[in-house]
């Protein structure tokens, strides 16, 4: 820093600067901070389940789901070798699994839909279905398995609606 005389004899300072390296130092230590903590909310998200209830009198569960009628839990597992329909019936008549394989093709979404439709014609009032996918499963595949449980026919949603997608 160049000092210089003022006219009364004072001392001035000439062009000073400002040093902002510890400030950068900071800030680039805040950013990198804030981004590796960010990148750990990213990892979570939120699925609508619901858990079974539990219930001390078996008897009473009987008796409340003759009332109700049947309901359906449709469960849908989608693996390396195809799909497997597994309907759950509560009060009533419980149905045997179904295995739908892979064809060489790939996934066979047209006999899954006709499954779906048989289903939905004894089951009306019901919408929800439980679609459980191994991880090495395509995107692709999954979203095509969520249309053919929705959709009778292309674009139009009147099967199972409402979709519950978990990843083993």
Do not use: H, W
Not at 82 to 98: A, L, W, Y
Not at 116 to 123: D, H
């Amino acid at each position: 820093m160049a000092r210089g005389r003022g006219r009364r004899g004072a001392l001035m300072e000439i062009g000073t600067e400002l040093n902002i390296v510890p400030y950068l130092d900071m800030m680039t230590c805040l950013v990198l901070f804030l981004l590796v903590n960010i990148t750990s909310f990213l990892g979570f998200t939120i699925l609508n389940a619901s858990i079974p209830q539990l219930a001390p009198d078996s008897a009473k569960v009987q008796a409340q789901a003759a009332k109700k009628g049947e309901e359906l839990l449709l469960i849908v597992r989608v693996t390396q070798k195809g799909f497997v329909v597994d309907p759950s019936v509560q009060g009533g008549k419980s149905i045997k699994p179904t295995v739908v394989p892979k064809q060489v093709e790939g996934y066979d979404f047209d006999r899954l839909r006709e499954i779906a439709v048989n289903l939905k014609n004894r089951f009306t009032k019901e919408s929800r279905v439980l679609i459980i996918s191994d991880p090495k499963i395509i995107y692709d595949d999954i979203i095509r398995t969520m249309d053919a449980l929705r959709e009778q026919k292309n674009g139009e949603s009147d099967l199972f609606p409402d979709v519950t997608l978990s990843i083993i």
